[in-house]
């Protein structure tokens, strides 16, 4: 798999922003697709939520910046 991701980055080095943001884009959503045909959507969705969420401990740390 090293060698996938080395020629994933190899690829992306060489592509405007827009195209690598897109490209992104892409792979998040058909790996949220994937999920929710394996485990359903509502496990994902709270999954996705509990990953994505702040922390009380993250937000002060972030506020003093």
């Known amino acids: 798999t090293d060698a996938l991701f080395k020629a994933l980055h190899d690829d992306l080095a060489g592509r405007s922003t827009t195209e690598c ?16 045909s394996l485990i359903g959507e509502p496990l994902t969705l709270r999954m996705l939520n509990s990953a994505c969420s702040t922390h009380p401990a993250d937000q002060s740390s972030q506020e003093k910046l």
């Open 21 to 36: 943001l897109f490209a992104g884009e892409t792979l998040i959503f058909a790996l949220v697709d994937h999920l929710i």
